[in-house]
């Protein structure tokens, strides 16, 4: 956000560096119980910085000072992803998707079609809305969560860790490594030449460089 770069870690909860990394600080007040220091995603919309934790959704609107619960209709449950688009915000948990029109004041389950409810990644490509769940499931709404159609993956896999999307280009990383679709998900192909046998975790995306996050293999 910003000058500034959020990081979300398993208690004490959220840090700040504005060094690029050089330096960070604890900025957790407001996540008063060890659940909501346990931060599973972070989301930012303007000055509104989201943090998903294993007790609901948390906001600060002060580059992290303060954090106050903004988790009415998602309490109790943990936050594995957020992403924002325009004024709708997602959330993926352990029970399903629900959705904030209201930056997180009330939120609402969009859970009609789902096959699995935990929902491990979330990720929008225009109108599309990719989710991707515990058991190897990618799913895809067109109407804002409404309504889920899964996605045939080709291959076997048992889970889908993250999503990133890139123009027309959408990534999974799944326990079978990483793959990518460019027709909205109707078909995909696998990336995995120079990743690890253990593929990826975490996807992130920065104009035209790719970054994968891998358990014990590093970047």
């Given amino acids: 956000s910003g000058n500034n770069l959020f990081a979300g870690t398993w208690n004490p909860g959220v840090f700040v560096s504005s060094d690029n990394g050089d330096s960070w600080t604890e900025k957790s007040s407001g996540l008063s119980q060890s659940a909501n220091k346990v931060i599973f995603s972070l989301a930012i919309n303007g000055n509104n910085?989201?943090?998903?934790t294993r007790n609901g959704v948390f906001i600060s609107t002060n580059n992290g000072e303060e954090w106050e619960w903004s988790s009415e209709g998602i309490t109790g449950k943990e936050i594995n992803s957020l992403v924002v688009d325009y004024n709708n915000i997602f959330a993926g948990t352990d029970n399903g998707v629900f959705l904030?029109?209201?930056?997180?004041?009330t939120w609402t389950g969009?859970?009609?079609?789902?096959?699995?409810?935990?929902?491990?990644?979330i990720a929008i490509s225009g109108n599309n809305i990719f989710v991707g769940t515990s058991v190897g499931n990618i799913l895809l709404s067109t109407d804002l969560g409404d309504s889920w159609a899964e996605k045939d993956l080709g291959i076997s896999v048992t889970s889908v860790r993250s999503l990133a999307t890139r123009d027309n280009n959408i990534f999974a990383s799944t326990s079978a490594g990483v793959i990518l679709s460019t027709d909205n998900g109707d078909s995909w192909a696998e990336k995995n030449i120079g990743l690890p046998n253990n593929g990826a975790g975490k996807l992130a995306i920065n104009g035209n460089y790719i970054y994968a996050g891998t358990s014990g293999n590093g970047v």
Avoid at 110 to 121: C, D, F, W, Y
């Fill in 49 to 52: 910085i989201f943090a998903g």
């Fill in 110 to 121: 969009k859970n009609a079609g789902l096959t699995n409810k935990i929902i491990k990644s």
């Fill in 100 to 105: 904030s029109t209201n930056n997180g004041l």
